[in-house]
């Protein structure tokens, strides 16, 4: 019996009917100015009203989404005034903010090079979106692939914004960063003879994702944490921080924290910083669902500028165009990109596909947006989410029985819980908030526009210009953590602290107050997301 309502099966029965021929039918990409035209018709980031201006500070006259400006425009979560900045509990070499695999590798290198390492996390050590990652982490190891066909991809995912220094040392760090997890333990899925498997994501001319099933950060996860415990780095939990520390000459010189269960401050003070605070999507931009973990809300952004961090690109939201949109106890969860790398296709409501699935992200995204909203084809649930087919037992039919259990064991456990077996059926899929596609500007070291703060990961921007595509993302983290943990690391070497002040942030609030934005009821950083009122969750715009 099928899990899905009578009102959604005679869509799936279209989708049946057609699945032998569509399984043997190519769609073309598009043309760079058909992409164009998707783009700025149907890609939320082209939405008229959905960013607007930044007024004060290093990034006036940006334009970012109104949930990010919001933040920008809070007021300090502490009042400076009241801080006693010799409430210190820590002087450490090398302050890492964030506990995802970005944080955790820039300490491990760090701690590497001799650096006293202290990593903070606002939750638990672990909780972020590194360990929710599914579909894998892009390098270019096999036979036909190169580090420039890699780079050449990623420009093109991009729209050719992405800063070339930073894609360059993306692409070449790739192989050793996989080598180095292969070699700390990641068990990175391998074919019959021990070589490394590899998948398509869409924007790529060559399979480039390894994958540890379709749970790979939660596996790289369980590695990193081994080796940080294992190299006895001190790690404080449940401690946001909530505001940078600038010297006397506006360097970098530590953190103020709020303990989540006293709500106590401390300060740490520190020779460098490295944010790796990680991404967005709790911030449910223009009300879409998110694939993001719970802390995803965008302090160190929100930090960050507020000390003077240089952003780019945060006009660019990446929407995955396969977040679950059935049942609704799952909205918005991901499901993994490498489902299309597998053959699954996309098909609307009348039983046809609308796009090539290895389009990139945002092309995808849009034609699915199109689909439902534009052309009226997609599929209704009982609570009125719409969203179309994923056909996932086409999976089977293509790549052979038992696929589905070998790569997708993690999704397959994920929907049969609901009664939904996904060898048998399609998944109902919509587009979901997935990832900012830029963050602080960052130079090949890791280091952002403020001396002595660096960033790491999904934080930080350029690399990805405009559009992130899959795989590079578990790949920047590591890359990046790395370089900015020896940087760091070696920095801190030659660095006699400062005296630590909040002046910043106390101009910071002058400048927002007299452009006349201050929004007074609204502490930012968020810390934690806010699901009290009706913004959250089901009010997706179609
Ligand atoms: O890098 C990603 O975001 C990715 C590979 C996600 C996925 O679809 O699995």
């Known amino acids: 019996m099928s899990a899905y309502p009578e009102s959604m099966q005679a869509s799936i029965r ?81 302050l ?36 929710m990652a599914e579909g894998g982490i892009q390098a270019a190891v096999g036979e036909f692939d190169s580090p420039a066909l890699h780079y050449l991809d990623t420009m093109g995912g991009g729209g050719f ?30 074919n019959e003879n021990g070589g490394l498997l590899a998948s398509f994501a869409g924007g790529q001319c060559r399979r480039r994702v390894h994958s540890a ?31 940078l520390l600038l010297d006397e000459q506006g360097r970098c010189a530590g953190a103020l924290f709020v303990h989540l269960d006293t709500q106590e401050y401390f300060v740490v003070r520190s020779k460098t910083v490295i944010l790796a605070t990680g ?34 690109f945060m006009d660019a939201i990446q929407f995955h165009p396969t977040g679950t949109a059935y049942p609704e106890q799952l909205l918005g969860l991901l499901v993994s990109e490498a489902f299309r790398g597998w ?18 992200r945002d092309i995808t995204s849009s034609a699915t947006i199109r689909e439902v909203s534009d052309r009226k084809n997609g599929v209704m649930t009982p609570t009125a989410m719409q969203g179309v087919w994923l056909d996932t037992p086409l999976v ?11 790569i997708f064991p993690h999704l397959f456990h994920r929907f049969h819980t609901f009664g939904i077996d996904i060898m048998k059926e399609p998944i109902l899929v919509y587009p979901t908030q997935h990832y900012q596609n830029g963050g602080l500007f960052i130079n090949e ?73 201050l929004k007074t009821h609204l502490k930012a950083p968020l810390v934690l997301p806010d699901y009290r009122y009706e913004k959250a969750l089901t009010k997706v715009h179609h």
């Open 14 to 94: 279209k989708l049946e009917e057609t699945r032998l021929t569509r399984a043997r039918e190519e769609i073309p990409m598009l043309s760079l100015k058909g992409r164009q035209e998707l783009l700025q018709k149907f890609h939320p980031d082209y939405r008229e009203g959905g960013r607007r201006e930044i007024k004060a500070g290093v990034n006036k006259g940006e334009r970012v989404p109104n949930e990010l400006a919001d933040l920008f425009e809070g007021r300090s979560y502490l009042r400076p005034e009241a801080i006693d900045l010799t409430r210190v509990r820590d002087e450490v070499d090398v």
């Open 96 to 131: 890492v903010i964030g506990g995802g695999g970005g944080g955790a590798s820039a300490a491990l290198f760090a701690a590497e090079l001799g650096a006293r390492t202290l990593i903070t996390t606002k939750l638990r050590f672990g909780d972020s979106n590194t360990i």
């Open 161 to 190: 914004h992405n800063l070339p220094n930073l894609v360059s040392a993306l692409v070449t760090d790739a192989p050793m960063i996989l080598e180095w997890l292969a070699r700390l333990g990641v068990m990175f899925d391998r």
């Open 213 to 243: 099933a379709d749970y790979t950060g939660m596996e790289i996860m369980r590695v990193m944490r081994d080796d940080v415990y294992n190299r006895g780095i001190e790690i404080l939990e449940f401690s946001p921080a909530v505001d």
């Open 279 to 312: 991404g967005i999507g709790r911030l449910h931009i223009q009300g879409f669902p998110t694939t993001n973990h719970y802390g995803a809300t965008a302090d160190g952004l929100v930090i960050g500028n507020r000390a003077g961090a240089k952003i780019i």
């Open 343 to 360: 053959s699954a296709q996309l098909v609307n409501g009348e039983g046809k596909r609308f796009i090539n699935e290895l389009e990139t």
């Open 396 to 406: 089977e039919l293509n790549k052979g029985k038992g696929t589905i259990h070998r």
């Open 445 to 517: 070291g890791g280091e952002t526009t403020v001396r002595n703060l660096f960033a790491a990961g999904e934080v930080s921007g350029g690399v990805h210009g405009k559009n992130r595509l899959g795989g590079n993302s578990l790949l920047d983290i590591f890359v990046f953590g790395r370089r900015a943990g020896v940087l760091a690391a070696q920095r801190a070497k030659e660095i006699k602290l400062g005296r630590p002040g909040l002046d910043h942030v106390v101009s910071y609030e002058k400048e927002l107050e007299r452009a006349g934005v």
